[in-house]
């Protein structure tokens, strides 16, 4: 495999432990697990977006990785 597939299938396996984990706890626990998987899941696929996405900006990438875990 390719680094590339490598690093997406281990996002993958890491943000699917979080959710359930966050399935398996109950309370705020279940809230600040679910906050940070969603955050690390929108932060990569920004991430995944910056580095294939290419639009002449100097600086070379649209900080997509920036803006989504935000919104």
């Known amino acids: 495999m390719g680094g590339f597939v490598v690093t997406i ?12 984990l ?5 309370g705020r626990a279940s809230v600040y697990l679910g906050a ?3 955050t690390l899941a929108a932060w990569f696929a920004g991430l995944v977006l910056d580095a ?3 639009f002449g900006d100097p600086a070379g990438f649209l ?3 920036i803006l989504f875990p935000i919104l």
């Open 9 to 20: 299938f281990i996002v993958l396996v890491l943000v699917l432990l979080l959710l359930g």
């Open 22 to 26: 966050t399935s398996a706890l109950k």
């Open 36 to 38: 940070v998987a969603a």
């Open 52 to 54: 294939n996405l290419d």
């Open 63 to 65: 900080a997509f990785r």
